[in-house]
């Protein structure tokens, strides 16, 4: 989008503030926000923003240990590309930001730079990577003063439907007015737990929209008195909320489906599987990316459908990829790869770059991910699991940590103080929750995604 038009935009549209938004390792959206009259000047030079913020956990804590303190700056720059007037929350809009160094040079800790770097080395080699978030969330509702989660219907039952509806209505046409294509809505398993899956976007699009869902997902609800949690076991006592990527590789002109091969078994090539083998192979390490809070870990149940063992199988919602099944005559723009173990708490960018990266050492190895699991794999026994090399996950975070401590090949496509930084940064935060005990992982997790 050209400056002038921007600022026609701020001004047809009444626009008092607008937010410049980055997501932080720790996943949180955060930002500044600005007045249009300092457009220009912020368009040129940014916004001020502490370093510090790289190693600042959901606690706003900054661990002693980290190598950054008070001093030293960096750059919010606003991408003109992502500009959207707020449909739900009138005299405001946003744009998503790279963090910059001071004179205008990418930041080495952004992780949405960190993206384009991975998006740079697919181009290198022929392919796009599409993707979606698909992101389960739990609605709560205020009672004499209490939240509670919406309902307690059944999963996809039009009685759920019902009842949620003047609470879904409003973020699809919240969604729309951005330009998230909405493919489909239902209530999930859990408590007041629903789900909207959009439609898959190319590369950097994909993570920037997982940052838009959320922010209007959250921002819709309040504006209509309700709230919504991303928390990936916001109740104990039923289904987690899951954030599957979906993915796919495409040739660099974006029209054919790399993962696709009428003649391969589940229509699947050898690029798909490759691929996938690389995942498999690099989790648990790349679980610290995409299932990177404490709460996390307690979504991993048996036979809640969010997976527990490192498999894959075609259309198996107890694999930890998913091999999923093409649309009758449209196989080979629908065939893709759902990855189960990412919730909603991620950062998109470093979710998908770890992603990336460890599906590119599976092509570049043309590693192998084994036979596919046509079952349940919590049904085969201990020993059947073992001779098919099928590990249980980490049981908790600080193990995934650890395992990304480990990670030879993450370490390298991240950067060692991106990774050194990030576990750091982490282990203060379950340094604290353990400190402040039992109630203090809700609080840090409920309502801050
Ligand atoms: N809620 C499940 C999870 O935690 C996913 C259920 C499904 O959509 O298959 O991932
Ligand atoms: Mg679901």
Redesign the pocket.
Known sequence: MQDESLREQLLEQSVELVRAIYVGPDGIARGKAFRPDSLAEILQSGIGLTQAQASVNVFDHLPPESRFQPVGEVRIRPDVNTFQVLPYLPGHARMLSDLETIDGQPWELCPRNLLKTFLNRLADEGMVIRAAF?N?FTIFKNVNGEWQPLDQLNCFSSAAMDLASPYILPIITALEQQGVMVEKY?P??GHG?H?I?VRHQAGLQAADQQVVFKETVRGTALANDFRVSFMPKADPASAGN?C?IHFSLWDSQDVSNLFYDAAGEYGLSQTALHFMAGILKHLPALMAFTAPTTNSYKRFVERC?SSCYVCWGPDNREATVRAASGFKGQEAATVNLEFKPSDPTCNPYLALSALICAGLDGIQQQADPGKPLLTDPTLLSPRERQTRGMTRYPTDLASALTALEQNEVLRAGFGESRISDYITMKRAEIQMIDTLGKDAEQQAYLFRF
């Open positions: 698909e389960e239902y999930e398993a737990q789900e899956p899951g599957h459908w």
